[in-house]
T-cell receptor, first 110, second 113 residues
Framework: SQQGEEDPQALSIQEGENATMNCSYKTSINNLQWYRQNSGRGLVHLILIRSNEREKHSGRLRVTLDTSKKSSSLLITASRAADTASYFCAMKTSYDKVIFGPGTSLSVIP | KAGVTQTPRYLIKTRGQQVTLSCSPISGHRSVSWYQQTPGQGLQFLFEYFSETQRNKGNFPGRFSGRQFSNSRSEMNVSTLELGDSALYLC????????????FGSGTRLTVV
């Protein structure tokens, strides 16, 4: 399968803590993106990191990319209850299809 | 500017019927992709359209079809509905064929009974 895989599948933390989720993939990529989905809604684009970048920041988000290990991580610092959602990594495969990982379900407890 | 609009939001159909879902992308976006989301299978790629041409297709049976119009609006059709087609169908638009970020609609929740 060329799908991305994420871990953990589910994560529960206290408000104010940091949350880290990981994504591994099998294909060569030009970029990797992270999306958030609140329950039953559409996905929202969070951040894009290109294959020649190692790290990228956006507000409380930090994304890293290791193309040699074919893996990426998303760190959310100082989490808030509003960060409760599912988080997905996405990438375009060598077959030119955009695929999404199975997602990490994050629960932030107030 | 307006976001991606999917209609209808909710739909209940009976097995064997057919259904048409609509997606209006962000103005100026020429690429529309469709995904099926279920708890068991996650997000599964259905189709990608760019300038009225299907660029790519996922591994779904021929009952699933789609098209894109000259104004970039897209429709997908599912014929001979099965219970397993119950899912959230998501449409994503982007400016071009490069994967530089999608804007998703809120989805159509299809329930087949």
């Amino acid at each position: 399968s060329q799908q991305g895989e994420e871990d953990p599948q589910a994560l529960s933390i206290q408000e104010g803590e940091n949350a880290t989720m990981n994504c591994s993939y099998k294909t060569s990529i030009n970029n990797l993106q992270w999306y958030r989905q609140n329950s039953g809604r559409g996905l929202v684009h969070l951040i894009l990191i290109r294959s020649n970048e190692r790290e990228k920041h956006s507000g409380r988000l930090r994304v890293t990319l290791d193309t040699s290990k074919k893996s990426s991580s998303l760190l959310i610092t100082a989490s808030r209850a509003a960060d409760t959602a599912s988080y997905f990594c996405a990438m375009k495969t060598s077959y030119d299809k955009v695929i999404f990982g199975p997602g990490t379900s994050l629960s932030v407890i107030p | 500017k307006a976001g991606v609009t999917q209609t209808p939001r909710y739909l209940i159909k009976t097995r064997g019927q057919q259904v048409t879902l609509s997606c209006s992308p962000i103005s100026g976006h020429r690429s529309v992709s469709w995904y099926q989301q279920t708890p068991g299978q996650g997000l599964q790629f259905l189709f990608e359209y760019f300038s009225e041409t299907q660029r790519n297709k996922g591994n779904f049976p021929g009952r699933f079809s789609g098209r894109q119009f000259s104004n970039s609006r897209s429709e997908m059709n599912v014929s001979t509905l099965e219970l397993g087609d119950s899912a959230l169908y998501l449409c994503a638009s982007s400016l071009g064929a490069l994967f530089d970020g999608y804007t998703f609609g809120s989805g159509t929740r299809l329930t087949v009974v």
